[in-house]
């Protein structure tokens, strides 16, 4: 699995829109981009995936510059209850190992009002 | 939406004591997965499992460890003999992998070992 870089935390305030960008120079042809959300004490939940160019759903949404080598998710108009640990994840969807995650520290994303 | 459940949401055991901790993945999911959190640490991956075998297994994942899927719808992992660096935030997982590769996540079982 590709290593990641991300920002180890965010702050900001209620309304606003969060963008955490993620470094992954190695990433390889068939890898994906995997983005998880974390609260205190519970499993890590998935927000969105992508492979190229830009992918949105109700959460969020993923920007993929061409040479991939990094990827932001954009958070729309947070509230309080966005306050997590959002990490990034690389890798190919079709090896077995996939299932292997590899969790790096993740970004803390703190909101206040 | 399907989720996947685990029980106990917290258990405290003795020192060498043996745990089970159980999971409910999401119904017709093919891939299943245990990790943990240590406190303050990161998710660490522990063991994938696909048709009724491990396919594969951290270090972490030694003798002291084990899974199975005793009947269609639990998975379950096993501590034979607790340590106190066993205590963490397990959390189970599981994928179709053929419709779709989404992980998705337990809410974890937090095992304390005294």
């Known amino acids: 699995l590709a290593k990641t870089t991300q920002p180890i935390s965010m702050d900001s305030y209620e309304g606003q829109e969060v963008n955490i960008t993620c470094s992954h120079n190695?990433?390889?042809?068939?890898?994906?981009i995997t983005w998880y959300q974390q609260f205190p004490s519970q499993g890590p939940r998935f927000i969105i995936q992508?492979?190229?160019t830009k992918v949105t759903n109700e959460v969020a949404s993923l920007f993929i510059p061409a040479d991939r080598k990094s990827s932001t998710l954009s958070l729309p108009r947070v509230s309080l209850s966005d306050t997590a640990v959002y990490y990034c994840?690389?890798?190919?969807?079709?090896?077995?190992?996939?299932?292997?995650?590899?969790f790096g520290a993740g970004t803390q994303v703190v909101v206040t009002p | 939406e399907p989720e996947v459940t685990q029980t106990p949401s917290h258990q405290v055991t003795q020192m060498g004591q043996e745990v089970i901790l159980r999971c409910v993945p999401i119904?017709?999911?093919?891939?299943f997965y245990w990790y943990r959190q240590i406190l303050g640490q990161k998710v660490e991956f522990l063991v994938s499992?696909?048709?009724?075998?491990?396919?594969?297994k951290s270090e972490i994942f030694d003798d002291q460890f084990s899974v199975e899927r005793p009947d269609g719808s639990n998975f379950t992992l096993k501590i034979r003999s607790t340590k106190l660096e066993d205590s963490a935030m397990y959390f189970c997982?599981?994928?179709?992998?053929?419709?779709?590769?989404?992980?998705?996540f337990g809410e974890g079982s937090w095992l304390t070992v005294v």
């Open positions: 994840l690389v890798g190919d969807l079709a090896t077995d190992s996939w299932g292997k995650l590899q």
């Open positions: 190695n990433i390889a042809t068939n890898d994906y």
């Open positions: 992508g492979y190229k």
């Open positions: 119904s017709n999911h093919l891939y």
């Open positions: 499992f696909y048709n009724n075998e491990i396919s594969e």
């Open positions: 997982a599981s994928a179709h992998r053929v419709s779709g590769n989404t992980i998705y």
